[in-house]
């Protein structure tokens, strides 16, 4: 079966940095997306991944290992703001499968 | 979520009863997603359509109908409600890369 791991939940202080894995097991892999999702809103298009290695944009940078089969996410100079659900996703078969989702909690 | 519009934001159905949600987008983007959202959980892919006039099943469509009127609307009916249902529901769109995606605001269904 495809199934994503991810942590239900992360804790981290202002202005700290914090890392948020993901495990896959799917076939056909195309890469690894990460979404983040405030509560009531849509999930938006973070960072994608489809070769190995780190990718950056601004606070957030995002790394692949395929033959791993793992990923993380890594938020740095965390804000207030940046309290979400942080979603994994990989492609495969034309599709996207999701991992649960984990909650971001940030304190001051 | 510029560009892809969902109708209605919030809907109260009884057991039974059918209702159709509209997904229409202005990107130009050729791929087209319905995805459900339960409380503390991942998105689950119910239907998806790879352009105009064609659509696939994706991981839940049980229950679930879809036409792809026109590269512009996606819309997801249900035919007979039922509370299992119950849930949010996301239209998303690609463009070349499955792991781009646009979504919509949601619609909040709730069914009784």
């Known amino acids: 079966g495809q199934s994503l791991e991810q942590p239900s939940e992360v804790t981290a202080v202002e202005g700290a940095i914090v890392q948020i894995n993901c495990t896959y097991q799917t076939s056909g892999f195309y890469g690894l997306s990460w979404y983040q999702q405030h509560d009531g809103g849509a999930p938006t298009f973070l960072s994608y991944?489809?070769l190995d290695g780190l990718e950056e944009t601004g606070r957030f940078s995002s790394f692949l290992s395929r033959s791993d089969s793992y990923g993380y996410l890594l938020l740095q100079e965390l804000q207030m703001k940046d309290s979400a659900s942080y979603f994994c996703a990989v492609g495969s078969n034309y599709q996207l499968i999701w991992g649960a989702g984990t909650k971001l909690i940030i304190k001051p | 979520n510029a560009g892809v519009t969902q109708t209605p934001k919030f809907q109260v159905l009884k057991t039974g009863q059918s209702m159709t949600l509209q997904c229409a987008q202005d990107?130009?983007?050729?791929?087209m997603y319905w995805y459900r959202q339960d409380p503390g959980m991942g998105l689950r892919l119910i239907y998806y359509?790879?352009?105009?006039?064609?659509?696939d099943k994706g991981e839940v469509p049980n229950g679930y109908n879809v036409s792809r009127l026109n590269k512009r609307e996606f819309s997801l009916r249900l035919e007979s409600a039922a509370p299992s249902q119950t849930s949010v529901y996301f239209c998303?769109?690609?463009?070349?890369?499955?792991?781009?995606?646009?979504f919509g605001p949601g619609t909040r269904l709730l069914v009784l």
């Open positions: 998303a769109l690609s463009g070349t890369a499955l792991e781009t995606q646009y």
């Open positions: 991944n489809a």
């Open positions: 990107m130009n983007h050729n791929s």
């Open positions: 359509s790879a352009s105009e006039g064609t659509t």
